[in-house]
């Protein structure tokens, strides 16, 4: 059973670096077929794809956050991870990573439970 | 960009209505559609992939039809367990969710 589980600061200062690690297990992320993603849900708002990230290292980032995103992957940790930088409140979010099945189409198979990151000073 | 609109935004509805929701693709995506539940305070669940291929464990009450522009998702018969957030996906884009509601 692949499980994947978010680590990182809960709480950022406003213009700081957002970082977040995603460690995957029950499975290898070198194992292709799959791209490994970003995913962050505002209070009480709907869903927003930050990203993702291929074992080799190839990224799509949302047009809307792709100057402030950075996702990359340590395949001998079996983890990716994300850096948002300049974050602001607005960035204030629950953050899920995700695993994403290529063979249909992108649909995010297995979720980590989440993690809350508020900015503010 | 592909946009994705789900209709209603909210639903209310009874124990054992059959519950229908509707995504529109702003231009054509094939059969490239998942739908996912959620649930406050969780993450979302994959229930159907590809447009109408349903995931693994998820009940046979969901079903979900569609290709091209326009996709709908089906709960055959609303269980109280089903009263959630619904969203659809393409991609790098969500819809906007629908909720359903107990009436």
């Known amino acids: 059973q692949v499980q994947l589980q978010e680590s990182g600061p809960g709480l950022v200062k406003p213009s700081q670096t957002l970082s977040l690690t995603c460690t995957v297990s029950?499975?290898?992320?070198?194992?292709?077929?799959?791209?490994w993603s970003w995913i962050r849900q505002h209070p009480g708002k709907g869903l927003e794809w930050i990203g993702y990230?291929?074992?080799?290292?190839?990224?799509y980032y949302n047009p809307s956050l792709k100057s402030r995103v950075t996702i990359s992957v340590d395949t001998s940790k079996n983890q990716f991870s994300l850096k948002l930088s300049s974050v602001t409140a607005a960035d204030t979010a629950v953050y899920y990573c995700?695993?994403?099945?290529?063979?249909?189409?992108?649909?995010?198979?297995?979720w980590g439970q989440g993690t809350l990151v508020t900015v503010s000073s | 960009d592909i946009q994705l609109t789900q209709s209603p935004s909210f639903l209310s509805a009874s124990v054992g209505d059959r519950v229908t929701i509707t995504c529109r693709a702003s231009q054509g995506i094939s059969s490239y559609l998942a739908w996912y539940q959620q649930k406050p305070g969780k993450a979302p669940k994959l229930l159907i992939y590809a447009a109408s291929t349903l995931q693994s464990g998820v009940p046979s009450r969901f079903s979900g039809s569609g290709s091209g522009t326009e996709f709908t998702l089906t709960i055959s018969s609303l269980q109280p367990e089903d009263f959630a957030t619904y969203y659809c996906q393409h991609q790098g884009t969500f819809g906007q969710g629908t909720k359903v509601e107990i009436k």
């Open positions: 990230i291929y074992y080799s290292g190839s990224t």
């Open positions: 029950g499975g290898s992320i070198s194992s292709g077929g799959y791209y």
């Open positions: 995700a695993r994403g099945w290529v063979a249909a189409a992108g649909s995010l198979d297995y």
